[in-house]
RNA sequence: GCGUCUGUCGUCAAGCGGUUAAGACCUCGGAUUGUGGUUCCGAUAUGCAUGGGUUCGAAUCCCAUCAGACGCCCCA
């Protein structure tokens, strides 16, 4: 016997029955990202990997190890592992930063990272997610988190918790970070590993390590102090407060999480993130902040920018199953030509319309009827004979027999 | 990369050393040659992820491999 060949690990069919929720996902997207101007961009799913280096930082795990990178041509290309750097290569590739601002652009796709899959967690997975491009004022922070809430909220998902905060600029980052690692000095060696590795590369991430021990250790006083601090400066604190006024007004709940640090490089002053209690430990549903050098960093002009990214997978996981949408009608006949006659002309006035490609018994017919469609449309010697259709309405049971004209002020 | 747990029909599963490998759902067929969703009958695993081993005897115990789930790390 031949070995079955089998899906990748960590990759997922959606399957027909899954469908539906993400078509649901996508038409409200596509609604209030309308509504807030925003056009959708489709980028290439590989890019150089040059771009992922530069763009999301050759420190982070995503790029260090987690990236699916191949070579053609004397080429090093790269499976997207997210889409920010996509979007402003093309951003500047394509001269947007001509155009008025703000540039506001959606998204929606397969992202990869080689990690171990878990739950809310795949190597092929779908975001979707939206970038802004030239305003340096918080209201944009504001817009896109208020964006993100009121999408969720047009799934249904209300009780998913907004945690802000703010990293400040790279030159009161790099004070904090100074800070931090001088209070941390003394406790190097009693930090788990994982931290002791942190502590030289990104010293940010070491506050929300799970490890207990390391917990402990950062809830001492002198280091509390320093997480604590308002270390961001007085131009920072202002866009951050500024932020939170903004969210205030628009009515949006949030909570400040002094410890909320993402992975990814480019972010300054905002981030924040959308959690969820029901996700497991993955529970982030949306992610983002503000990048105000990634697009100079990348060769383009001085541009601002703010954006956050949804897991799809997250999202559907989150939401109640969708029954598949019936059929307006199934013909149901043994009479395969005229069969094949009605529902053509009827698909051809825009309805849903299947037929029994098999010659099945009239009561299978029926029966396969009922389970897919609202009307079963009846064609047999008599109805063909008056040149009429029995329609019979599968919920009620109501049956009446039509001319074709009279059949369709009923589906 | 590390750790924990799990692999029995398309799906959900019972079985825990000797069974004819339950049952339910789905699918298909029949009761019912033009009336379904209710009901009733019937069909569907010589095989229990794969390969070894222990044993008179293995789906059941052991080892390895593979696959999956969850957790760590990290992230959406």
Not at 351 to 364: A, I, M, P, Q, R
């Amino acid at each position: 016997m031949t070995k079955l060949i089998q899906v990748i690990k960590g990759t997922h069919d959606i399957l027909p029955q899954e469908i539906e929720l993400w078509h649901f996902l996508e038409e409200k997207a596509v609604k209030i990202f309308n509504e807030y101007g925003y056009k959708e961009i489709r980028t290439p799913i590989f890019e150089a990997t040059e771009l992922f280096a530069r763009g999301v930082g050759d420190t982070t795990d995503i790029v260090n190890k987690e990236m699916y990178t191949f070579e053609k041509s004397d080429r090093s290309l790269t499976l997207r592992p997210e889409n920010t750097a996509g979007v402003v290569r093309s951003f500047i590739e394509n001269g947007m930063s001509r155009l008025s601002s703000p540039v506001k652009l959606w998204y929606k796709g397969p992202m990869f990272r080689y990690e171990r899959p878990q739950k809310g967690r795949q190597r092929q997975f779908h975001q979707l997610g939206v970038e802004m491009f030239g305003i340096k004022d918080p209201t944009a922070d504001a817009e896109v988190i208020l964006m993100a809430v009121n999408y969720l909220k047009s799934l249904g998902l209300n009780d998913l918790d907004v945690e802000i905060n703010s990293l400040g600029c790279p030159k009161c980052r790099e004070n904090f970070k100074q800070k931090l690692k001088e209070v941390l000095k003394p406790e190097l060696n009693n930090l788990c590993e994982d931290c002791q590795n942190r502590y030289e590369k990104n010293p940010l991430r070491l506050l929300d390590c799970k490890v207990e021990s390391c917990k402990a250790i950062f809830e001492k006083p002198e280091i509390q102090k320093v997480i604590q601090s308002d270390f961001i400066c007085e131009e920072c604190k202002e866009h951050f407060d500024k932020l939170k006024l903004y969210l205030d007004k628009m009515h949006v709940k949030y909570s400040v999480n002094k410890l909320l640090v993402r992975g990814l490089d480019y972010y300054n002053r905002t981030v924040f993130e959308i959690k969820s209690n029901n996700l497991g430990s993955q529970n982030a549903v949306c992610g983002g902040g503000r990048y105000d050098s990634l697009v100079k960093n990348l060769g383009g002009e001085d541009t601002p920018a703010v954006g956050w990214a949804m897991g799809m997978e997250r999202l559907i996981s989150l939401l109640p199953a969708k029954e598949s949408k019936k059929l307006d009608g199934y013909v149901v006949s043994n009479y395969p030509a005229e069969a094949f006659e009605l529902a053509e002309e009827l698909r051809s006035l825009g309805y849903c319309v299947e037929f029994d490609l098999s010659n099945k018994k009239f009561t299978k017919q029926l029966e396969k009827a009922s389970k897919v469609a609202k009307f079963a449309l009846i064609l047999g010697e008599d109805e063909i004979k008056s040149n009429k259709i029995s329609v019979k309405n599968l919920a009620t049971s109501e049956q009446k027999t039509v001319s074709k004209n009279e059949l369709r002020s009923i589906l």
